[in-house]
T-cell receptor, first 115, second 119 residues
């Protein structure tokens, strides 16, 4: 899960296993959610998104699940690889449908993949 | 090569100095954003701009200033009034209005970031 503070929560998984990264969001009015991957010293990269009228969306090796009842979002990575090692952020979009999309970011989870 | 660039990658500033961080994009995006990232925290919005010659304050605008004289460029100045400027600064850009028309999200594309350290 995610928490406020100087130390990122860390998930350590063995190569080939599945990873599940969790995120609790705060705004019940948020209607769009995005997962970003950030490698060390780089900008975030878009992974997958989901609209609030869906509860599951699949991409290549990744699946995002949305539970609006408890305001919870998760990112599942299948067959985790060393290249998946990074910090993963969820973001709420509270401006979708308007001209500018305003993102509220979570604090991030560090994923470490070991051989 | 289309994308968004930031310079410099590393920047050192003495206390009391203003510094300007560069952000350029050739994606023909109307909207541009500046975020600040501190260790162990998510990104926080400093300023954003939807169109040339117009910009709005984000959540933590105090001590920062921006300009948007060209569509491609959105420089950020960190002024001496910013009490704790040491951080990783990220610029992003996105289309505007496509969400309304197509029902899709205006994805924000991020630059590689500038790490600012105050000495």
């Amino acid at each position: 899960g995610e928490s406020v503070g100087l130390h990122l929560p860390t998930l350590s998984v063995q190569e080939g296993d599945n990873s599940i990264i969790n995120c609790a969001y705060s705004n019940s009015a948020s209607d769009y959610f995005i997962w970003y991957k950030q490698e060390s010293g780089k900008g975030p990269q878009f992974i997958i998104d989901i609209r609030s009228n869906m509860d599951k969306r699949q991409g290549q090796r990744v699946t995002v699940l949305l539970n609006k009842t408890v305001k919870h979002l998760s990112l599942q990575i299948a067959a985790t690889q060393p290249g998946d090692s990074a910090v993963y952020f969820c973001a709420e979009n509270i401006g979708w449908g308007e001209d500018t999309d305003k993102l509220i970011f979570g604090t991030g989870t560090r994923l470490q993949v070991f051989p | 090569d289309g994308g968004i660039t930031q310079s410099p990658k590393y920047l050192f500033r003495k206390e009391g100095q203003n510094v300007t961080l560069s952000c350029e994009q050739n994606l023909n995006h109307d909207a541009m954003y500046w975020y600040r990232q501190d260790p162990g925290q998510g990104l926080r919005l400093i300023y954003y701009s939807q169109i040339v010659n117009d910009f709005q304050k984000g959540d933590i605008a105090e001590g920062y200033s921006v300009s948007r004289e060209k569509k491609e460029s959105f420089p950020l100045t960190v002024t001496s009034a910013q009490k704790n400027p040491t951080a990783f600064y990220l610029c992003a850009s996105s289309m505007v209005g496509a969400g309304l028309a197509s029902g899709s999200y205006n994805e924000q594309f991020f630059g590689p970031g500038t790490r600012l350290t105050v000495l």
